[in-house]
């Protein structure tokens, strides 16, 4: 059960409305990483989790990206609000203008409309909790963007609020997983094929003209890792003479 | 540049074709966590990298699920196939058989159409990893799902070859972030502000029939947290008499 | 700000799962008439609204919608249960059974994903007041289908409930709207042209072979209007000889 | 059976074509409450009704609207023809300059492409009859606004025209809703619950910063109205110390 | 401007109601290759076309396709009547059952919504026969389908009359097209550069276990072709060594 | 089997960064009818394929559609490359700028996310092949306007490659089409029914203020075809007395 209490979790003011930064705040409002999309991400894996403890963090968190929605949308709605009147004003976004009637909606600052299809639950608790990690990294360098292209010291103080509240969710949700204690790599009840998972498959290769090269790190060397030369190019070779031999086979055998 | 060589990186061997199955397999061909979503989300990241090494590893990976996708096509049009001529196995998924002809089409199993909303792109390299990771355990657990509803040994085989890969991919991003030294929890270039980082607001509270609790844990007590007690609850006692007191204050000043 | 309660607002008991009556309660869960639609469509009505009292109305309503979502959750979570383990419960829901785990998901019962494109927020307080009112009449009649199709008596009792206040939010919402003591048909601040919003264009004539025909009510005779005979027949038969005569010329000049 | 005569339903002047208002005028064309989604709405209601009086009504008014977008596309096509040539004039909506060669497009006034989620179709006829008027009301303060942004005359006078009709439409629905002699609040078969429908529940409480306040109307008070305090405070009073007592019992039992 | 006439064009007989069928006929309603797409597309075209001749027939053709969106959406119509009562029909299509109470709908057979995404238009005239002619192609093959997956007779006699219709509007487009005399492969005004447009990039190669080939016919030999063998091929092997000789460098200088 | 080199098939040079024309530029990117869709239409039309000559083919030119993707990609991201510090740059397209940090997105122009639903993929051979050779003259039209809205001489020479190269495969799939020797207007099995092929119905008739009339020509006259007066119109002079008479009657028997 939901209560609402008419107060904003954080004060907001704003000097000199500015259509266009009201524009782009609707990034968060009604866009892919913005606050409902986390609202809705959490309480429904929330709804759905078997494991009560967590199950109350997703809730809490869930609940506290609704009054951050409300924060965002007062926020929005300010600087939105010159559209009500000024042709100029609502060139900035005239769905918001003309349909709207000047207020937030729930759409992104290109004017399409909020889809689940932004959101990833699968319901399997420890992979979306990195679900959401990556979403609060996510949500915090759109902050970030946002303070970056303000001039509102109001504005830029409830941005600086929200954003750094999608931080403190981020270490909430490292916590839970690292709680789980599964193994590193570990997802799910079937093991991963041995030795196959240890093969990387160098699959683009050469160098180019703004600098793209083909490189080696911790992610294709040592660590176990089998580095496999690129799979087709051993096809390609083999359709010239004979079948492609070494390392390359073990891929597609 | 692309170059494709006709064999597919796994081979495939399909027993009796199951549409039905065919048609959840779609998940993997156009559904929010499969192989297009993951080519095109790892390729699209690698094209506008500025990072040369960890540019060479988005496409590598980007391009490996091509093939991956090459994969689960072949394996869906198999299963699919019946679709051509009986009725009955058109039922599973009208749209393949009387739009698509019975051929692997990019819809997920209940015909969604694939869309880029799916994608998680940024453009800050530390982020995009993270969502990597995540897509590839959603991944993981989307194959293992599939392997378990599946009965044709040879579809298993395969589906556990790309389902070890998804692991392998997870292992790179993984090391790919740690090797680049950020501190925990550092997103972007503003840091976020101090205490507000470490409180815990504990917005969903009580108990419910099915078990629900407010629960304590890592992620909100030890670490550095601060707990408060939920904000909108002081709001609502306040609205009773006084203003509510304490740390519910700093949440919404 | 919000505050959530581990009580449902209506308890909930469910006998013997049945998936897929769970898959056609997702049509409230994430449909186009559903909660979630409901919850937002009040919500953000009532963050941009300018009358203070009215705007109490939708946020109060706004808010319980959400609480009815959460029970639809609950009820679609404990209906779609089976699909974790059986093949055969999964054909009745693909998508929520391998991508979602089982798990109530923000999709209708064919699987679209919920899109903001189901509101219908115009920023004028009498039209949205008209639009909540269709809005509740839709709610009333598709949980009066699902009652109608369902055979579990813990599930018909929770379903009562939530078709029961959407009748409530209807009688509030129309109250509402006389309350603002508008004349009938005044919509806005430009006057319509005065005959021209009296004329009845007759644009669909004859005679079917399913009984269809042409008719005489109050949407057409009496009232003051004026029955103007098929504007574009009056071009046709204008194109045989001369331009067309009468009542037809008001319609297009 | 349809047939199209070559003369618009109402002639179109346009002065200088301003491609930005173009571009505004396309919410009418493809856009959410625009001509499109009302024609079809009103038709397929109309072809799906058993009431044949009614059913003239529908599909009387569905082909009026036809006729409509066929007035409001041709305003657009003429108001963007400078996008063929002219780079800025492209840059007001550059999918309608670079896509669609300058034409009138069936996109929102932000590219939206048109979408049937915009319809509202039950198949309860009084139902749909409610929605036809909320849709009336919509379209009418569109049309008042982009009046208002409007400096062509022969524009204005064309949107005028439409503004009224869609008055005289909504009077129409009325009759047609009223002519059917249901009671009021009064939808389906299956009766509420009798006291519950009679409640109100105040989910939102307190006092705001903008002036957001709790209110009493009509929609809450006298009118057989029971007041119920918010069932969720109830609960948190209970969390406290015992259970909540009194109303809110009544909520959630 | 537009006008309806209560008969079909073609008259509708149906024997037992096949809800399954219902549905899979909402491909031709509501689908990407249906009635209405054609409907639209044609009638947008026209609406945009300063070729008076061809507009004609755009207009002509476009308003046919209403005619046939009729006819399909009553055929449609009466397979789905079961839905209105029956819980196992209502499995056929839960969007149609609970939320359209059984009438036609704008969705495709997987509950898609219908979505201007599927027209392809322009503003080239050339360019828009083409893509009407392909449009009709496809609708010819979804009738074909839908015929071979019917049983009942006068389903199938109303589904030819459709189709057959489809074959002559594709005559009327390839008719018009020839009829604009314009040369092979001549679109809009830039000539493509002389050489490149004759070479044909071998950019698939080798052999596949399910007789996947590399093949030569008309499209890639003779017909002044110049076979450039994978470009892409030549940069590996040149990575191995020198830079790649001949052919290719022509392709990415 | 994918791999990809670090080289573009064609080299890219860009001047003075024009972001309003990188946000042009991603029509052919994410768009309708740009690299994406050529691609992915080509390519799954190849994966599903039973003819191997022409499965190469689609297979060749799928792939060289990706490397297209690359360009325009590297194009527009170059473009687009002022967003990530101005503000004033930002507002062509903030959503570049604020979610994806300036780099390239599968969206069009205005914001709207590619969606799979561009695709037309039947299954059926020459169909496709048609609607193959509809995409590639799309492709030109929209290559051309781009080069006519472009000032930066390296962008339009890499745009004046990619817009050859399309004519280049509209040649191949016509060439394809033609040598699989199917009779004219010959689609599928089912034949059309024979006298009702030829019949072209006038259902849009009359004179209009903007040049509109009634036209005959190739595609409706000559040829075999036997021209229908306006079906409709035959039945509303019925309604006016009898029935029609003369050849409407075949058409709506």
Request: proline residues 5%; charged residues 25%; hydrophobic residues 35%.
């Amino acid at each position: 059960m939901y209560h609402h209490v008419k107060r904003l979790m954080y004060t907001v003011n704003v000097g000199t409305p500015e259509p266009r930064f009201g524009n782009m705040l609707l990034e968060q409002f009604g866009g892919a990483n913005g606050e409902l999309a986390a609202a809705l991400q959490y309480s429904i894996q929330g709804l759905n989790c078997d494991d009560p403890d967590r199950q109350d963090l997703l809730m809490d968190i869930g609940t506290e990206e609704l009054s951050h929605l409300e924060i965002v949308g007062t926020l929005a709605r300010m600087h939105l609000k010159p559209m009500k009147k000024s042709a100029t004003a609502a060139e900035s976004d005239p769905l918001v203008a003309i349909a709207g009637g000047g207020g937030a909606t729930l759409c992104n600052s290109m004017g399409t409309p909020w889809t689940a299809d932004y959101l990833k639950i699968t319901g399997e608790l420890d992979v979306d909790l990195r679900s959401n990690i990556a979403a609060e990294a996510r949500a915090k360098i759109v902050y970030e963007r946002l303070i970056n292209f303000c001039d509102d010291p109001g504005t830029k103080d409830a941005l600086q609020f929200l954003m750094t509240r999608e931080i403190a969710h981020m270490k909430s949700f490292a916590f839970a997983l690292d709680s789980l204690g599964k193994k590193p790599f570990s997802i799910g009840q079937i093991p991963p094929t041995p030795e196959l998972v240890d093969q990387y498959f160098n699959d683009s290769t050469g160098v180019g003209d703004h600098g793209e090269r083909d490189a080696r790190g911790p992610w294709n060397s040592g660590n176990g890792w089998e580095f496999v030369e690129a799979p087709a190019f051993g096809e390609i070779r083999a359709g010239e003479g004979g079948r492609a031999e070494g390392k390359s086979r073990s891929a597609h055998r």
